[in-house]
């Protein structure tokens, strides 16, 4: 006898929590994403289908294939992913779970999916990141983008993220998270610490001055 799985028909669409990596078309049109693990080389935008990352012509979610869009139930368990080496420069993203789907014990494997929110890490100096510049890599017809600050920006291509939801559609909201904690905080910051950070924010002022004069058509120094 086969065993059946139970039905499901909620009254709303589940949410769901994932990773993902910001991308960004060549011609610079599109917005999107593209995830970290099995479907990598298949980016998506804000409203999508899952197709099979194997190339099969069955629809996804399939019982027998591991293609579909995959996600888990709890945030916390999505921002760990966050924490390795490789998963630093992901966003967070809250999704709408579509269509059919394959519940298991800590997340779905579905078909359809609606991105509703994408949470964008500091830049990588610890820095609050409004920009997204180009990583150096991507897939083909994409470029993944990296969240950054004005100053590690440098010469790179970059956009607002105001301007990547725009792009992205779909009411797609963006946010840039807040930079993080110093280690030890409460307990003072010495000497070191307090001119590192007299440093960065003359710089960031620096930066802010250069921006603000470019914009006004005062180059005077």
Do not use: N
């Amino acid at each position: 006898m086969r065993l059946r799985l139970p039905e499901e028909r909620p009254t709303e669409p589940p949410t769901g929590y994932k990773i993902a990596r910001p991308v960004l078309s060549h011609d610079g049109t599109r917005a999107g994403f593209t995830g970290v693990s099995l479907g990598g080389a298949l980016p998506y935008g804000v409203l999508d289908e899952a197709r099979c990352v194997y190339g099969r012509r069955h629809r996804a979610p399939h019982r027998r294939c591991d293609c579909g869009f995959h996600c888990v139930h709890d945030r916390a368990t999505a921002e760990a992913l966050l924490c390795t080496a490789e998963h630093r420069g992901a966003a967070l993203l809250e999704v709408t779970v579509l269509g059919a789907y394959i519940r298991f014990e800590r997340g779905f494997r579905y078909a359809r999916q609606r991105v509703r929110t994408a949470t964008l890490p500091p830049c990588a100096c610890g820095a609050a990141a409004p920009l997204l510049a180009d990583a150096g890599w991507g897939r083909p017809g994409w470029r993944v983008a990296e969240a950054v600050c004005g100053r590690c920006r440098g010469g790179r291509r970059a956009l607002a993220v105001a301007e990547f939801g725009r792009l992205a559609g779909e009411g797609l909201r963006v946010v840039a998270a807040a930079p993080g904690p110093y280690i030890g905080e409460g307990a003072g910051l010495g000497m070191p610490e307090l001119m590192a950070e007299a440093a960065l924010l003359q710089a960031r002022l620096d930066w802010f001055q250069e921006e603000l004069a470019r914009f006004t058509g005062d180059q005077r120094g």
